[in-house]
């Protein structure tokens, strides 16, 4: 949901840092909006596999039986939610990069990157997993509003703190999103400025790259970021969605061996598809 900000900033770091919040949360409501119909498909094949033959049968069976806009469940939760989530991602990201550095203008490696981009998702989930649990429950509804047990985000929001209080209504997966959330933020970094290396010509630096090279190797971070988390994505749906809270402080590698006893390996890649094409 985020990934899209370090390109923005890197882009505009001439700007104030109010610009560049600005920058970053209206290009983040943009990526949500494009890309949330893909999103839809990807967490329904996620967590109800057996509805759907795959990703064309999926946004088929949505669009004749609830019509187009469903395609769009779910979204108000991000598009709410990106300018706080972006803010605290690229805080904590600066700030575990300037722990990192020892003299000023030093080039991190990019295991440093990568430990600076794991701890900032880490503590980016917080307020992600929240965006996120509000997401997966409205886009897991079928059928009108008429029908639907949850009338919105809000809504949502409310009966699952009623019922099971915050932490196990509101921060349902949590652990689950830190889970993901750790390798692919890891990944995206370390794969963002690996890829700004790899442009950048010899005596040069990667900040003086055009936006065009920024916004492909953006595209290679994005990659990378469901390379090296896309199981525990699966995992947390799924986690999510249940209507009861998971058990025990383990649930994430309990959820694991579920899906892979039940369903098999592949079970853990479903709706890869729609979020390669979406990135």
Same mark, same amino acid.
């Given at each position: 949901m985020?990934?899209?900000?370090?390109?923005?900033t890197?882009?505009?770091?001439?700007?104030?840092?109010? $610009?560049?919040?600005?920058?970053?949360?209206?290009?983040?409501?943009?990526?949500?909006?494009?890309?949330?119909?893909?999103?839809?498909?990807?967490?329904?094949?996620?967590?109800?596999?057996?509805?759907?033959?795959?990703?064309?049968?999926?946004?088929?069976?949505t669009?004749?039986?609830?019509?187009?806009?469903a395609?769009?469940?779910?979204?108000a939760?991000?598009?709410i939610?990106?300018?706080?989530?972006?803010?605290?991602?690229?805080?904590?990201y600066?700030?575990?990069?300037?722990?990192?550095?020892?003299s000023?203008?030093?080039?991190?490696?990019?295991?440093?990157?990568?430990?600076?981009?794991?701890?900032?998702?880490?503590?980016?989930?917080?307020?992600?997993?929240?965006?996120?649990?509000l997401?997966?429950?409205?886009?897991?509804?079928?059928?009108?509003?008429?029908?639907?047990?949850?009338?919105g985000?809000?809504?949502?929001?409310?009966?699952?703190?009623? $019922?099971?209080?915050?932490?196990?209504?509101?921060?349902?997966?949590?652990?689950?999103?830190?889970a993901? $959330?750790?390798p692919?933020?890891?990944?995206?970094?370390?794969?963002?400025?690996?890829?700004?290396?790899?442009f950048?010509?010899?005596?040069?630096s990667?900040?003086?790259?055009p936006?065009?090279?920024?916004?492909?190797?953006?595209?290679?971070?994005?990659?990378?970021?469901?390379?090296?988390?896309?199981?525990?994505?699966?995992?947390?749906?799924?986690?999510q969605?249940?209507?009861?809270?998971?058990?025990?402080?383990?649930?994430?590698?309990?959820?694991?061996?579920?899906i892979?006893?039940?369903?098999?390996?592949?079970?853990?890649l479903?709706?890869?598809?729609?979020t390669?094409?979406?990135?």
């Amino acid at each position: 949901m985020t990934e899209v900000i370090d390109v923005v900033t890197t882009i505009k770091s001439s700007k104030s840092g109010w $610009e560049d919040f600005v920058a970053g949360s209206f290009a983040g409501m943009a990526q949500v909006a494009v890309g949330q119909p893909l999103d839809t498909i990807k967490v329904r094949l996620q967590i109800e596999a057996t509805k759907f033959k795959g990703p064309m049968d999926c946004f088929l069976q949505t669009v004749k039986k609830e019509g187009p806009f469903a395609l769009y469940k779910g979204m108000a939760s991000p598009l709410i939610g990106i300018g706080a989530v972006n803010a605290l991602l690229f805080a904590a990201y600066s700030r575990l990069k300037e722990i990192q550095t020892v003299s000023p203008g030093e080039q991190l490696t990019l295991h440093q990157i990568a430990i600076a981009g794991g701890g900032a998702g880490a503590i980016n989930s917080v307020l992600s997993s929240p965006v996120e649990l509000l997401k997966v429950k409205m886009q897991a509804q079928y059928g009108s509003k008429k029908v639907a047990k949850y009338k919105g985000p809000i809504d949502c929001a409310q009966q699952l703190i009623k $019922e099971f209080g915050i932490r196990n209504g509101l921060y349902r997966g949590f652990w689950a999103t830190v889970a993901r $959330e750790i390798p692919a933020y890891a990944g995206f970094y370390s794969g963002f400025e690996f890829a700004k290396r790899k442009f950048t010509p010899v005596g040069s630096s990667p900040d003086s790259l055009p936006p065009s090279i920024l916004m492909l190797s953006g595209s290679f971070a994005g990659i990378c970021y469901w390379a090296c988390c896309y199981p525990l994505d699966v995992i947390k749906s799924k986690v999510q969605n249940q209507h009861n809270p998971p058990k025990g402080i383990f649930y994430v590698i309990t959820t694991f061996r579920s899906i892979y006893n039940s369903e098999g390996a592949m079970a853990l890649l479903r709706g890869i598809t729609p979020t390669v094409i979406r990135r």
